[in-house]
């Protein structure tokens, strides 16, 4: 399970996608975003997906790679469903007991779950083709007009960066604990809930010490390096707008006029 989690890994390949601007990219995903809480029916779910799919397909992002990610919030979909489906009043379809499956609920379920999904590939995606330090300077020159009013603008997307990239790190971290508790004869599986939960104490104690071990060697090498922040900070390669990334801009604008057009006209 914790190789499945693929959150803040990117995908080395070259695509159109991939070259286009980190600004582009990183704006495209909040109009992708604010269009799906926009949407109020199916219809305009199936326009999400089928943008959806053909940027993942221009990406050359493998789909199983991207389908993996979304192992590890089953739990997350199968809560969010169950929630939905049974505190949403409407015309009964089934009872057992006190639970009851209404119609309303049960459209209320499957909506939110499609949303939740469309939500993580499409977020995700934007970490499968940007690198870290391209998607640290997208965001800090979208970032850049706060800064006129005192906003440490660099120092957020660094760390914003610097989250993403170490997700993999201490995921990777906590499947090489698990396999060493495992071998002292650790066992995660057996027992009621409360059990299961107990036993993860050998895990998050020495994860916690090497997440604070991995900050601590990355702030004595920024040191060492002489960091200071974004003040008088020079790039050796800067970031151009070319024609590719107004198209790619225009067709994201043109997706979000549908959307809302659809919202409107619905």
Partial sequence: ???????????????????????????SVVMYIAALFIVENFIGFVMAAAALGLAVAVSKVPIGFIMRGLKPIIFILIFTFSINIFMINGRVLWKLGFLEVTDNGLYTAAFMSVRLILLIIGTSLLTFTT???KLTDGMERLLYPLSKIGVPTHEIAMMMSISLRFIPTLM?????????????????????????????????????????RIALDLAMAMEARCYSGGKNRTRMNGMKINSGDLIFMAANILFFAATITLRIWR
Wanted: overall charge positive; hydrophobic content about 40%.
């Fill in 1 to 27: 399970m914790i190789r499945d989690i693929t959150l803040g890994q990117y995908y080395s390949v070259d695509s159109p996608i991939h070259r286009r601007d980190p600004r582009i990219k990183i704006l």
């Fill in 131 to 133: 690198t870290p330090i």
């Fill in 172 to 212: 990777e971290e906590t499947d090489k604990i698990i396999k060493a508790q495992q071998a002292r004869g650790a066992d995660f599986e057996s027992g009621n809930l409360i059990a299961r939960a107990k036993s993860l104490v050998p895990i998050l104690v020495p994860l916690f010490v090497s997440a604070f």
